[in-house]
């Protein structure tokens, strides 16, 4: 199938909350990890979401090139060509970025997107991510309204972030504090700013003590009720139950059956990408192990041509990936959803 559709998108989402399930977003940073999210969703039947960061497309962009606009534009358009041989639903985003970055990354990318809609062609992105979790809530709320706008008009949906998200992503670093808790407050706040989708659709990201990372049990405490007392507060307002799709940030690590709560409040969307990165690298490290003599030319050797090359270790570093991918998508309760 091609990638998603902006209708196609909305009824992903418009489904997930529905009928209790959320979509993984996978981060990827090459044409490789690409291809494992892509066999992931396959093999999980699932739809899904893949998303670049800020970090991922300064380096699809090349380590000399350092252009995040041409790593996104890049990854789009391979994607385009390569997820049309796969059966499930694609869409792609962008993740996280922050202030100092959207003049040279979302606002670009926006652009592109309402040329090509100009055009009568699809948006390059079906989603972008502003993150003003940095700021003021109520400058974060000021740009997001801005930002909607011009999504709106790139038929293109936007997600926000209120609240922090502990630990670092991309050298962007949360502290661990009472601010990874979004407040009823807050949402209200947002939903006052933003609206609840009449100004352009919109996903949420709230916190409920999430971080990026991975670590111990204990040293994270996740409180999905947060997001049950937002929606609540939110939808006694404007008379909607669960008005807002959200999104699960920082969730290596989590319990499946907080992620399941989370699920039941309405979150569509769950980030994952430590865990895949682990999963392509583990069968890396272990080939290089395993075969160490043939991977360098130790003591003027000649090595095995076989052992260091990169497909060698990179068909079983996709595999590894594409099945947490699938793990992913059984924890979410995407598997078998697809939309046919």
Not at 157 to 170: H, L, R, S
Not at 226 to 232: A, N, P
Request: hydrophobic share 40%.
């Amino acid at each position: 199938m091609p990638i998603a559709t902006p209708e196609v998108y909305a009824e992903m989402l418009d489904r997930a909350k529905q009928e209790g399930f959320a979509y993984p977003a996978i981060n990827v940073t090459s044409s490789q990890t690409l291809n494992a999210a892509l066999r992931g969703f396959a093999e999980a039947e699932s739809d899904g979401i893949v998303q670049v960061s800020t970090g991922g497309a300064e380096f699809l962009s090349g380590t000399t090139i350092k252009d995040m606009v041409v790593g996104a534009t890049a990854l789009a358009e391979y994607a385009r060509v390569v997820a049309a041989k796969y059966p499930v639903n694609v869409a792609l985003h962008t993740d996280h970025c922050p202030k100092d970055k959207l003049d040279g990354y979302m606002r670009p990318l926006i652009k592109i997107s309402q040329e090509r809609v100009a055009r009568g062609e699809e948006p390059l992105f079906q989603s972008h991510m502003w993150d003003g979790s940095a700021i003021e809530l109520e400058e974060n709320l000021q740009i997001a309204a801005e930002l909607l706008e011009e999504c709106a008009k790139a038929r293109v949906i936007m997600e926000m972030e209120i609240g922090v998200v502990g630990g670092e992503e991309d050298g962007v670093v949360g502290e661990i504090n009472e601010k990874l808790y979004t407040t009823p407050g807050d949402a209200l706040a947002t939903a006052e700013a933003v609206g609840i989708g009449e100004k352009g659709r919109y996903i949420l990201a709230a916190t409920f003590g999430n971080v990026h990372g991975v670590y111990k049990p204990g040293h994270v405490k996740l409180r999905p009720s947060v997001l049950k007392d937002i929606q609540e507060a939110v939808g006694a307002k404007y008379g909607k139950e669960k008005p807002f799709d959200l999104v699960f940030h920082g969730g290596s690590g989590s319990t499946e059956e907080e992620i399941l709560e989370a699920v039941s409040y309405g979150v569509v969307k769950m980030n994952v990408d430590t865990d895949t990165q682990y999963a392509f690298t583990r069968p890396i490290a272990e080939h290089m192990f395993r075969n160490f003599d043939g991977v360098l030319k130790v003591d003027g050797d000649v090595g095995n041509k076989k052992q260091y090359d990169p497909r060698s270790y990179g068909k079983a570093a996709e595999a590894n990936m594409a099945a947490r991918v699938v793990e992913a998508c059984r924890h979410l309760r995407s598997a078998g959803t697809k939309i046919k």
